[in-house]
């Protein structure tokens, strides 16, 4: 089989992940790499014997699939310009950064020639497979208890700016709205506080959700706050049962009265693996060449954007809002 030739737009942190990963893959080719730094193109190029091209067009006439690693503002134009020329697309998180555009990225892929792939990692994670695992056939939810920190809006410099992120949800706790619609299923409603310390936008937020399925939970998330290890941590409370993640480092599990508890480590995992990058870019080229449905579609990408969407909407409004 002739390999595929991948095209990397945007030769920053993440491209370079992805590329380590790729490269280990028999069944493609890093073919060209594009950065409005051409430095970063080169460099990044250099690494894995691709050429650095000065324009996208260059790059998606080499290419049979991209991936779309530029910050978050600019993922939409790129997504469909990808998306009309027929290529195969695996476009970092956030899908979109409000949800007119997720919307159109959406209804673009409906007939789409190639496969389109959202990155949420968190879905691979080997520590929130077991926990969906768990939950699916032996720990029936209650409620649960969400946290996702950041320590700085300051690496990358762009974290800081919501003209570039969208906003700070469309940044970091996007990766928690998927992971709970992953792990409990669709988000009817919620209503949330929020309110703005170092940077020039909402960077603390307390959320109350309410999921279909009758399922209550909180999430609590916060631009300014530490590296204090966890800075992602959820608790889910079942029938006489606790399944507490930290991490994507280890699942602990309490099933019984007296407190005891059985820990899984997935510490010893490399990180590529350990935070699911690993299993997100095999399990893209699997679709590409089996022809078979991507694991994270666009529309879990505009399900996720509408509930950082909804946030936002009851922040401004103080009252409850229903996630469409
Ligand atoms: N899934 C995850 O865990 C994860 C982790 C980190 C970043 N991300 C996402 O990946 C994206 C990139 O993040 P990063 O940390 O790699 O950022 P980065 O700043 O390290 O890299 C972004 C690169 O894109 C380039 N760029 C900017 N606009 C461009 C354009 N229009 N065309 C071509 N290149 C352009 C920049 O020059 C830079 O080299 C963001 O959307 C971020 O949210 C996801």
């Not at 520590?127 to 029936?140: G, I, N, P, Q």
């Not at 022809?291 to 909407?313: H, K, M, Q």
Request: proline share 4%.
């Amino acid at each position: 089989m002739k390999r595929i030739d991948i095209g990397i737009i945007g030769a920053g942190y993440i491209a370079a992940v992805h590329a380590d990963v790729l490269a280990r893959d028999d069944r493609v080719r890093i073919a060209a790499v594009h950065d409005v730094v051409p430095a970063c193109a080169e460099r990044l190029a250099r690494t894995h014997s691709a050429i650095a091209v000065a324009t996208t067009l260059d790059l998606l006439e080499r290419s049979d699939a991209v991936f779309i690693t530029t910050p978050n503002t600019q993922h939409v134009s790129l997504a469909i310009a990808a998306i009309e020329t027929g290529k195969h697309v695996f476009c970092e998180k956030p899908l979109a950064t409000n949800v007119a555009d997720a919307q159109m990225v959406f209804e673009k892929t409906r007939n789409a020639r190639g496969v389109f792939q959202v990155g949420h990692n968190r879905r691979f994670a080997p520590v929130y497979v077991e926990l969906k695992r768990m939950l699916s056939e032996t720990h029936a939810p209650h409620s649960a208890h969400v946290k996702m920190n950041r320590g700085e809006l300051l690496k990358p410099e762009w974290t800081g700016n919501p003209e570039i992120t969208g906003g700070f949800l469309y940044e970091t706790p996007i990766h928690m709205f998927d992971m709970m619609r992953f792990l409990f299923g669709e988000v009817e409603s919620l209503h949330a506080i929020g309110s703005r310390h170092e940077y020039n936008e909402i960077d603390d937020f307390s959320v109350l959700m309410k999921f279909a399925s009758g399922m209550h939970a909180t999430l609590a998330t916060a631009a300014d706050a530490s590296w204090l290890f966890p800075f992602e941590r959820v608790e889910v409370f079942c029938h006489h049962a606790t399944l507490v993640t930290r991490e994507m480092e280890s699942l602990t599990k309490s099933s019984n009265l007296e407190g005891h508890f059985t820990t899984q480590t997935m510490q010893q995992l490399p990180r590529e693996e350990k935070w699911g990058y690993l299993q997100e870019d095999r399990a893209f080229i699997d679709s590409i060449a089996n022809n078979s449905p991507p694991l994270v579609t666009a529309f879990d990408g505009l399900r996720s954007v509408e509930i950082a969407d909804a946030v936002y909407e009851s922040v401004r409004s103080g009252t409850p809002v229903n996630v469409r």
